[in-house]
């Protein structure tokens, strides 16, 4: 298998990429707690999607891009993730 495919390639936000490599989700919280508890449930859902998700480097993305967790938008870098599933 060549090292450099990445399976179900998905490109995730700083706070989720902190999230799933920490499985903590609690710096969520630091901006709203409302906001935070909406965001968690988008998150859950589609983490549900994915399944496992296992860093594979920097994306740096070159413009903005929609993080597929939590749905906000980001400008330039992002994380490269490998999916367990194709969503
Ligand atoms: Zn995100």
Known sequence: MNATTI???VVLCDECTCGVANDDWSHLDMHNPRDAEEAMTTIKASLELYGRLTRAGDADMPGYFGC??????????GHLHSAA???
């Open 7 to 9: 399976e179900n390639p």
């Open 85 to 87: 599933h194709a969503a």
């Open 68 to 77: 597929p967790l939590c749905g906000e938008t980001q400008c330039g870098g």
